[in-house]
C-alpha cells in the first residue's frame, strides 16, 4: 500500500466541475475532489487510475479550496479512490469555512475523519468497512453484479440507521445485473434504482 500523506498536500487525481450522476443529489452541480489511494481494488473499477498515490501530484488543500470557491457550486464532492486513507478534517474544516456543502462518497474501509453534509456510503465485499462509518451515513449504496451482493447490502443496511436512503446500483459491465436490482426493488420497498446517469450523459 502507498505512503499516505497526512499533512496538508493531499494527492489529487483530478478536480472537475459537473453534476452529481449518481443516488439522492443526481444532477445537482458539484465540484469533485478526487483524491488518490485505493487499497479496496474492486475488479470493475472504472477509476483505477486512481489507486496509486505515486503518479499525482500533491495538491495544497488551500487550492483546492480557492478551486471550489470559483466554481460556485451546490456542493463540494470529495471522492476517490478511497477518500478515506486520508485524514479528511483539515480539507472539509476549509471548504466549510468558505461556506461550501461537502459531501463524501466512501466505501467506508478506513477510519472514518472529516465534517460533512452528506455521507454516500458504498461498502465493498473486498475491504470491508471499518465500524466508525455506519453512524455517519445518510446514504446507502451498493453495487450488485450478482445474488450476493443483495445479502451484502442488506447487511450493512442493517448497521445503518433507519432514516439512511438505500439504493441498489447495477454493475455497468454485467447486463444481467439490472434485472437482479429490478426485482430486488419491486420486492423490497425500502430499496431504491441508482443510475449512473453521467454515464449515460457522456460526461465526468
Not at 452529481?20 to 473499477?45: H, K
Not at 456542493?75 to 485524514?87: A, N, Y
Not at 450493512?156 to 440507521?161: L, P, Y
Request: glycine share 4%; net charge negative; charged share 20%.
Amino acid at each position: 500500500m502507498d505512503q499516505v500523506n497526512h499533512s496538508h498536500h493531499l494527492p489529487i487525481v483530478e478536480t472537475f466541475h459537473s453534476v452529481q450522476g449518481e443516488g439522492t443529489w443526481m444532477g445537482s452541480n458539484a465540484f469533485f475532489i478526487r483524491l488518490a489511494g485505493c487499497d479496496v481494488s474492486c475488479p470493475w473499477c472504472d477509476t483505477k487510475i486512481s489507486w496509486s498515490t505515486k503518479h499525482h501530484p500533491q495538491i495544497a488543500i488551500a487550492d483546492l479550496v480557492t478551486e471550489a470557491v470559483n466554481a460556485k457550486p451546490a456542493m463540494v464532492v470529495i471522492t476517490g479512490g478511497e477518500p478515506l486513507m486520508h485524514d479528511l478534517t483539515v480539507l472539509t474544516q476549509a471548504l466549510k469555512a468558505e461556506g461550501l456543502r461537502v459531501h463524501l462518497e466512501t466505501s467506508g474501509s478506513h477510519p472514518f475523519s472529516g465534517t460533512f453534509d452528506w455521507v454516500t456510503f458504498s461498502p465493498k465485499t473486498f475491504k470491508p468497512p471499518h465500524t466508525s462509518i455506519y453512524e455517519q451515513v445518510h446514504e446507502l449504496k451498493v453495487v450488485v453484479k450478482e445474488q450476493s451482493d443483495l445479502v451484502w447490502a442488506e447487511q450493512n443496511a442493517a448497521q445503518v440507521a433507519a432514516h439512511v436512503v438505500k439504493y441498489l446500483q447495477s454493475e455497468w459491465e454485467t447486463p444481467s445485473s439490472k434485472d437482479l436490482v429490478m426485482q430486488y426493488v419491486l420486492h423490497h420497498a425500502d430499496w431504491r434504482i441508482s443510475m449512473q446517469t453521467h454515464k449515460l450523459l457522456g460526461v465526468r
